[in-house]
């Protein structure tokens, strides 16, 4: 009878009978089994832990990659606003031979009043209409198209649109012409607004803060540089400057933003893949069952037009606040600041228009980044408290009883934290409570209400400039 051979696993030792084996070595095939187990184990843990680093990474560059958006997507839209005053002036006879100095290029002291305001021939809510009203319409028309036309193109469109209006209003000197440049600037912070608001769609939900804290940060830093280059420099060169903000937002797009699949439509019969699970970025302890569900709905969907009708009834009480609070705080900067002048102070009349304009974008800027750490329900409560500043700013317009400036840049600080409160607030809601389906077009159409409470606002600021110069 032949005997058997083995061989110890782990030995270089000759073949031994397994007769001479003893009872542990008998019973070392089951620990080999045991240990095999294990190993098999070893690269599937290994490739779980992969995966949850590249998630946190992934994350990481989105959040930081939406901040950069929201930076560089408002910042024309700011430099508008805060150069409102220098783009009125009228420089249609300026030649290269002139030689009055550069800082009065941009002169503001036209004041065609000899009453009690210094007032500007055209008050700045032309400038803001003007840095508006395209917004306006895009945002109108795009919740019943722009999803058939895929993000990048939009994206194109937009840093386009914002080179272009840092180049006109930079080296055209006739303020109708100059006016086009700021249409220029509201057509890509529009469509960018309604682009990326929607994109979020696709991600996590703290990109939503980190969104609203870069469009408060374009704010600050669009209202603070302005500011601050126009000391050392000129207006135009100033803008010029500004230039490499459209490459920023190339940058942030193309380079830093982990992109999500948005074009193709999802079925219920195609598996859920890997890719698609991670880029949703749904926490590791959220149920699996939850995770399809909402990657399934959240996947691109052409709404019916019915369903449009029907969800924006749905929209109207986040709408209505938001649209109350930016009519107000947009009264406030465009209609009231400019008449509001303090002689005797450090600053010139410019100057102090344009460190309103700094004052209250930060406190936009603090109010947008607040949202992961003071949440508000109540929406309609901001609305009450910025027409309550409405209301005493106008009194301080007209009555001029305010004794310090502090006091003035203390209400309008306030000012800034109420709209950025609001603003930020508005959109998280929306993003933790509406269906997975709806998602994407109610954080766009929403969008909406703040472009029409600012174009209304600049509506009413015209006529009662004019009737306050007057007086």
Same mark, same amino acid.
């Given at each position: 009878?032949?005997e058997?051979?083995v061989?110890?696993?782990?030995?270089?030792a000759?073949?031994l009978?397994?007769?001479? /084996?003893?009872?542990?070595?008998?019973?070392?095939?089951?620990?080999?089994?045991?240990?095999?187990d294990?190993?098999?184990?070893?690269?599937?843990m290994?490739a779980? =832990? =992969?995966?949850r680093?590249n998630?946190?990474k992934?994350? @990481?560059?989105?959040?930081?990659?939406?901040?950069?958006?929201?930076? $560089?997507n408002?910042y024309?839209?700011?430099?508008?606003?805060? =150069?409102?005053?220098?783009?009125?002036?009228?420089?249609? &006879?300026?030649?290269?031979?002139?030689v009055?100095p550069?800082?009065?290029?941009?002169n503001l002291?036209n004041? &065609?009043?000899?009453?009690?305001f210094? $007032?500007?021939?055209?008050?700045?809510?032309?400038?803001?209409?003007?840095?508006?009203l395209?917004? /306006?319409? @895009?945002?109108?028309?795009?919740?019943?198209?722009?999803d058939?036309?895929?993000y990048?193109?939009?994206?194109?469109? $937009?840093?386009?649109?914002a080179?272009?209006?840092?180049? @006109?209003?930079?080296f055209?000197?006739?303020?109708?012409l100059?006016?086009m440049?700021?249409?220029?600037?509201?057509v890509?912070?529009?469509?960018?607004e309604f682009t990326?608001?929607?994109?979020? %769609?696709f991600?996590?939900?703290n990109?939503?803060? &980190?969104?609203?804290?870069?469009?408060g940060?374009?704010?600050l830093?669009?209202?603070l540089?302005?500011?601050g280059?126009t000391?050392? /420099?000129t207006?135009?060169? %100033?803008?010029l400057?500004?230039l490499?903000?459209?490459?920023?937002m190339?940058? %942030?797009?193309?380079?830093?933003l982990v992109? =999500?699949?948005?074009?193709?439509p999802?079925r219920?019969?195609?598996?859920?893949?890997e890719a698609?699970?991670?880029?949703i !970025?749904?926490e590791?302890?959220?149920?699996?069952?939850?995770l399809?569900?909402d990657?399934?709905m959240?996947?691109?969907e052409h709404?019916m037009?019915?369903?449009?009708i029907?969800? @924006?009834?749905h929209?109207?009480k986040?709408m209505?606040?938001?649209?109350?609070v930016?009519?107000? !705080?947009?009264f406030?900067?465009?209609?009231?600041?400019?008449l509001i002048?303090?002689?005797?102070?450090? /600053?010139?009349?410019?100057?102090q228009y344009?460190?309103?304009?700094?004052?209250?974008q930060l406190?936009v800027?603090?109010?947008?980044?607040?949202v992961?750490?003071?949440?508000?329900?109540?929406l309609w409560?901001?609305?009450?408290?910025q027409?309550?500043?409405?209301v005493?700013?106008f009194?301080?317009?007209?009555?001029?009883?305010?004794?310090?400036i502090?006091?003035?840049?203390a209400i309008?600080?306030?000012?800034g934290?109420?709209?950025?409160?609001?603003?930020?607030?508005?959109?998280?809601?929306?993003?933790?409570?509406?269906?997975p389906?709806?998602?994407?077009f109610?954080m766009?159409?929403t &969008?909406?209400? !703040?472009?029409?409470g600012?174009?209304l606002a600049g509506?009413?600021?015209?006529p009662?400039?004019?009737?306050? $110069?007057?007086?």
């Amino acid at each position: 009878m032949n005997e058997l051979f083995v061989r110890h696993p782990d030995s270089e030792a000759p073949d031994l009978p397994l007769s001479n /084996l003893t009872r542990s070595e008998e019973i070392e095939p089951a620990n080999m089994m045991e240990e095999t187990d294990m190993t098999d184990e070893l690269p599937v843990m290994a490739a779980a =832990a =992969a995966i949850r680093q590249n998630n946190r990474k992934t994350k @990481i560059r989105n959040l930081v990659a939406f901040w950069l958006l929201g930076l $560089c997507n408002n910042y024309a839209y700011v430099i508008m606003l805060s =150069a409102a005053y220098d783009i009125l002036e009228k420089k249609e &006879t300026e030649t290269e031979s002139d030689v009055e100095p550069p800082d009065t290029m941009y002169n503001l002291t036209n004041s &065609t009043s000899a009453g009690r305001f210094d $007032c500007n021939p055209i008050s700045t809510g032309a400038v803001l209409l003007a840095d508006i009203l395209p917004t /306006l319409i @895009i945002k109108l028309t795009a919740p019943w198209f722009a999803d058939y036309i895929p993000y990048g193109v939009r994206i194109a469109i $937009c840093v386009l649109a914002a080179a272009s209006s840092f180049l @006109i209003v930079s080296f055209v000197h006739v303020v109708a012409l100059s006016l086009m440049g700021v249409v220029f600037a509201s057509v890509s912070a529009g469509l960018g607004e309604f682009t990326y608001v929607s994109l979020m %769609s696709f991600y996590d939900k703290n990109v939503v803060s &980190t969104w609203s804290s870069g469009t408060g940060a374009a704010g600050l830093i669009g209202a603070l540089s302005y500011a601050g280059l126009t000391e050392i /420099l000129t207006p135009r060169d %100033s803008l010029l400057v500004m230039l490499i903000v459209p490459v920023a937002m190339v940058i %942030s797009y193309w380079g830093i933003l982990v992109r =999500a699949p948005t074009l193709q439509p999802h079925r219920d019969d195609q598996p859920v893949d890997e890719a698609r699970r991670r880029l949703i !970025e749904c926490e590791p302890t959220e149920g699996v069952d939850d995770l399809d569900q909402d990657i399934k709905m959240a996947a691109k969907e052409h709404l019916m037009l019915k369903e449009r009708i029907y969800h @924006i009834k749905h929209l109207l009480k986040y709408m209505i606040p938001l649209m109350l609070v930016y009519f107000a !705080e947009y009264f406030i900067n465009q209609g009231l600041l400019e008449l509001i002048y303090f002689q005797g102070v450090w /600053l010139d009349h410019q100057g102090q228009y344009r460190w309103f304009q700094v004052l209250y974008q930060l406190g936009v800027f603090i109010s947008r980044s607040s949202v992961n750490f003071v949440k508000f329900k109540r929406l309609w409560i901001f609305s009450l408290l910025q027409w309550g500043v409405l209301v005493l700013m106008f009194t301080v317009a007209y009555y001029a009883y305010m004794p310090s400036i502090a006091i003035v840049f203390a209400i309008i600080l306030f000012e800034g934290l109420l709209g950025g409160a609001a603003y930020v607030n508005t959109f998280y809601q929306i993003r933790e409570n509406e269906s997975p389906k709806y998602k994407e077009f109610a954080m766009g159409t929403t &969008t909406v209400a !703040e472009s029409m409470g600012t174009s209304l606002a600049g509506a009413v600021a015209l006529p009662v400039h004019n009737a306050l $110069c007057r007086l």
